[in-house]
């Protein structure tokens, strides 16, 4: 059982982890996107792959990136 203190900090710190996603996963899947475009790749479903795959790892970063701010 968690007390109310704990609970607080954890919803803080999740608060925080959203606001750092839509941050971090923008440049992450733009990096991708650049890249796939950059090796010469201009169809769809790579461009569509570099994004999904940025935004996806961007999760665990901003989570991380959260950690270590609070």
Same mark, same amino acid.
């Given at each position: 059982?968690?007390?109310?203190?704990?609970?607080?900090?954890?919803?803080?710190?999740?608060?925080?982890?959203?606001?750092?996603?839509?941050?971090?996963?923008? !440049?992450? @899947?733009?990096? /991708?996107?650049?890249?796939? &475009?950059?090796?010469?790749? +201009?169809?769809?479903?790579? %461009?569509? !792959?570099? @994004?999904?795959? /940025?935004?996806?790892?961007? &999760?665990?970063?901003?989570? +991380?990136?959260?950690?270590? %701010?609070?």
């Amino acid at each position: 059982m968690t007390c109310g203190h704990e609970n607080i900090q954890g919803i803080a710190r999740m608060r925080l982890m959203m606001v750092l996603y839509s941050m971090i996963a923008t !440049a992450m @899947a733009g990096s /991708g996107v650049i890249a796939v &475009l950059t090796m010469g790749y +201009a169809t769809l479903w790579p %461009i569509l !792959a570099a @994004a999904v795959v /940025g935004a996806v790892l961007a &999760l665990p970063v901003s989570w +991380a990136v959260a950690r270590e %701010i609070s």
